[in-house]
């Protein structure tokens, strides 16, 4: 091999290293609006300098389509900048000019505080003297100063904009496109209704609110049909291929970017909560914040000033169904989406772990990754292994007969709430079949549903008490676990461990089996929380699982106390 090139090769394996004489380099380029094509030409114009000068270029920190007279917080490059240049990887930050760094005087601190070097190619600025830190704190604070007079001049015409029910320029609602200004009526009208788009909405709110009542799952049977190309409008005719999929991504010339993509019911249900196509213009979404239409306030909704889709009551009515406490996965608990978030632990150095994705040869998968970078590995394997201790443990001779301390019998609230559940259909068949009147089903339904609710809050208190009383009254723990929610499975977790410890393994060592799991994965069980009664004539050792036994004991002595 030639030595330049050797010389090339290992040039590129030393990001993160330092050598005597060389300046690493990080090139930032952003956009407030997306263009491609003007963040390309800014990452050219970077390479030239740095090329010039000899530097070595750490990474590009692309901030495309993001603004800088806002706050750039996690998940930005600037965030992931700024950290880099905190573990000592940065010399020095180029840019094509400061405005496209810096449009905020907190962000100048930023960069100031932590002493690293700032280039940019067409203003001329290098802070690596006196004199170029002053003007590049000049230019911020003029660049500030004029964001701020040009935001005050804004707000007037905001306000006005808002009384008249004009939404703002941006991501148009599903069922509209966007009316230019030379091409809107006399109220200024923004939003057109796209005809093809609107009846997909009808179809979806006609068939939820059909269908919800019936019990069926309302919202998958809705992409089911959307995406076989079997959807109709209200007359029964099929709305066609365009409804098979997603709105296209256009560009500004009405070119397709980026294909539609199939239904999915997360879709489905954002657009069913939306008050846009009931022409309502939601409040405006706090600084910071996402637009999410499941927390938008309809009360303080006001009318927009386009045509409507759907009426408000069909949007209020799709609303209470979809916001119903019973269809929120998880339980309700959207913090924590993984099995091990929060329990799971580095046994290297204690660290917390957190859930990954990871890149192999052959896809993409999920993992579990130490924040301290100890380890990265697959999480499948290692929550197999988990869950096989948590219903091996459970799954021991009389621990199906532990109970709440408040003596609550979760299994006989069960029989009874599913006994009340079969009887209820059975009068509503004879309802259907016309063989029970009508004003006697709504007695019996009313008496039914109101021993039912009780039933549910009673569950709901028992099991909110006592995480473990759902899986352990079941006769098939396996089957319970394997069932129930990772919401669930977390609270259970968590009442039987303090903490799991995972350890990593060597280089090119590849963790294919629960079996093997086992000696890189510890149990901190827990010794008391919750009171059993145990047969003692019965021994835990009887089982033979893959929790140790001395834990089994552990564990089982201390919820006995």
């Known amino acids: 091999m030639r030595p330049e090139r050797l010389s090339e090769r290992l ?14 380099a990080a090139i930032y380029v952003r956009q407030s609006v ?28 692309n901030d495309n389509q993001t603004s800088a007279s806002k706050t750039r917080g996690a998940g930005t490059a600037w965030a992931r900048m700024l950290a880099d240049i905190d573990d000592g990887r ?20 930023e960069i100031t505080k932590r002493g690293i070097r700032v280039v940019t190619t067409g203003d001329g600025i290098d802070t690596a003297s006196a004199f170029g830190k002053a003007i590049l704190t000049i230019i911020v604070a003029l660049a500030e100063n004029e964001i701020e007079e040009k935001e005050a001049r804004a707000l007037p015409y905001r306000a006005a904009r808002r009384k008249a029910g004009h939404p703002t320029p ?25 005809p093809g788009e609107a009846a997909v909405l009808r179809f979806m709110s006609r068939e939820l609110l059909q269908t919800e009542g019936l019990g069926k799952g309302a919202l998958g049977s809705i992409a089911a049909t959307l995406n076989a190309g079997e959807a109709t409008d209200d007359h029964g005719d099929p709305l066609g291929a365009s409804s098979k999929t997603t709105r296209p991504k256009l560009d500004r010339d009405g070119n397709v970017i980026r294909e539609g993509k199939p239904w999915t019911t997360t879709t489905i249900r954002r657009m069913l909560l939306s008050p846009f196509p009931a022409a309502l213009l939601p409040p405006k979404t706090p600084e910071g914040e996402h637009y999410n239409p499941a927390k938008v306030d309809m009360s303080k909704c006001q009318p927009g000033a386009w045509d409507a889709i759907l009426t408000e009551d069909a949007v209020m009515a799709a609303r209470a169904v979809l916001l119903k406490p019973s269809r929120l996965k998880h339980d309700g608990d959207t913090r924590a989406k993984h099995l091990l978030s929060g329990v799971g632990r580095c046994a290297e150095c204690g660290g917390p772990i957190r859930s990954a994705q990871v890149k192999t040869t052959a896809q993409r998968q999920r993992a579990y990754r130490c924040t301290r970078g100890c380890f990265v ?15 091996s443990l459970l799954s021991a001779p009389d621990l199906l007969q532990w109970m709440p301390d408040d003596g609550t019998d979760v299994g006989a609230l069960r029989a009874r709430r599913a006994a009340l559940v079969s009887t209820r259909a059975a009068w509503f068949e004879r309802a259907k079949a016309g063989t029970l009147a009508p004003h006697e089903w709504d007695a019996l339904a009313g008496k039914y549903d109101a021993e039912i609710g009780e039933l549910d809050a009673a569950l709901g208190a028992a ?25 669930r499975r977390r609270a259970i977790l968590g009442a039987l461990v303090h903490r799991v410890e995972i350890g990593r393994v060597g280089r090119g060592v590849r ?3 629960v079996e093997a799991a086992e000696a890189t994965v510890t149990m901190g069980w827990r010794r008391a929380e919750h009171r059993v009664s145990l047969d003692r004539a019965r021994s835990l050792v009887s089982v033979t699982p893959r929790v140790p036994v001395d834990a089994r004991e552990v564990i089982a002595a201390g919820l006995a106390t």
Not at 171 to 193: C, N
Request: net charge neutral; charged share 25%.
């Open 11 to 24: 040039q590129g394996r030393i990001t993160g290293m330092k050598t005597e004489n060389m300046i690493r």
């Open 34 to 61: 997306r263009e491609d094509q003007g963040i390309a030409q800014q990452i050219a114009e970077c390479r030239r300098r740095t090329g010039g000068e000899g530097w070595h270029v750490v990474d590009v920190y």
């Open 90 to 109: 940065i010399d020095v930050v180029v840019s094509v000019k400061a405005a496209r760094l810096l449009r905020r005087t907190e962000d100048v601190l």
């Open 170 to 194: 941006g991501l148009v609602p599903f069922g509209y496109s966007w009316v230019p200004k030379l091409q809107r009526d006399a109220r200024g009208t923004r939003y057109e209704v796209a």
């Open 377 to 391: 590995r697959a999480a499948a394997i290692i929550e197999a292994y988990v869950s096989e201790a948590v219903v």
């Open 463 to 487: 099991l909110q008490a006592d995480p473990l009383a759902e899986i352990v009254t079941s006769e098939d723990v396996r089957g319970m676990w394997e069932s129930i929610t990772t919401a």
């Open 511 to 513: 963790v294919l089996t």
